[in-house]
């Protein structure tokens, strides 16, 4: 399983971003499937989980991101994405797509057998 993430990095304040995931070896929408957020200090898996979308399609974001992110997915391209907006300098950080291994609830993502992303640095300036 490979998650190869790409997309623009940094904007000015009040800017938008698009990060894409897209996966080899793995079908997508089967399992659990999010994006985290990396601080200094802290471990990737330790990190912010600020969206997930569950294998029903429901999706959930932390309160930090809620109203200005949005999470998606593309079954044709075998891909997810992370939209973006109203971005702040607090949103900087090393973002990462996490993809669970195993069947489960979503709060499991990234504590049991996850596969990730290479991580993206994406710098948000005032």
């Known amino acids: 399983v490979e998650l190869v993430e790409s997309g623009e990095t940094s904007v000015q304040s009040g800017g938008s971003l698009r990060l894409s995931c897209r996966a080899t070896g793995y079908i997508i929408g089967r399992y659990c499937m999010g994006w985290f957020r990396q601080v200094p200090g802290l471990e990737r898996e330790k990190g912010e989980k600020?969206?997930?979308?569950?294998?029903?399609?429901?999706?959930s974001y932390a309160a930090s991101v809620q109203g200005r992110f949005s999470i998606s997915q593309d079954n044709a391209k075998n891909t997810l994405y992370l939209l973006m907006d109203s971005l702040v300098p607090d949103d900087t950080a090393i973002y990462y797509c996490?993809?669970?291994?195993?069947?489960?609830?979503?709060?499991?993502?990234?504590?049991?057998?996850?596969?990730w992303g290479q991580g993206t640095q994406v710098t948000v300036s005032s």
């Open positions: 600020v969206a997930h979308i569950d294998s029903d399609g429901s999706a």
């Open positions: 996490a993809f669970d291994a195993t069947p489960g609830p979503c709060y499991g993502l990234g504590i049991g057998a996850t596969y």
